[in-house]
Nanobody
Framework: VQLQESGPGLVKAPQTLSLTCTVS??????????WTWIRQPPGKGLEWIGH???????SYTPSLKSRTSISRDTPKNQYTLQLSSVTPEDTAVYYC????????????WGQGTQVTVSS
């Protein structure tokens, strides 16, 4: 399975950050993986943002839930992240990751994409 993030590297506050993860070698409709977004702000640890799994609704971390939307484009085998009302604190490297469902096994990672939010 390969994952590749794409999207703008610079976003101005308080616009919406939009990223796409293109998946190859696996279907985003399969139940085996939770298709996940994670980020790492500079100098900080990894933060789980949310995921989609199979045909179910997305799950989000509570601290970002009000600003986050994760959706799937099944024909393109892609899933997207939208984070609204961004601030400079949303500056981070964003990763799409396939996580074995029901586990903490983060099996496949995209290379990550740097997103910088300017004020």
């Amino acid at each position: 399975v390969q994952l590749q993030e794409s999207g703008p590297g610079l976003v101005k506050a308080p616009q919406t950050l939009s990223l796409t993860c293109t998946v190859s070698g696996g279907s985003i409709t399969a139940n085996y993986y939770a298709w996940t977004w994670i980020r790492q702000p500079p100098g900080k640890g990894l933060e789980w943002i949310g995921h989609i799994h199979g045909s179910g609704p997305p799950s989000y971390t509570p601290s970002l839930k009000s600003r986050t939307s994760i959706s799937r484009d099944t024909p393109k085998n892609q899933y997207t992240l939208q984070l609204s009302s961004v601030t400079p604190e949303d500056t981070a490297v964003y990763y799409c990751v396939s996580v074995v469902a029901g586990s903490s096994w983060y099996e496949y990672w995209g290379q990550g994409t740097q997103v910088t939010v300017s004020s």
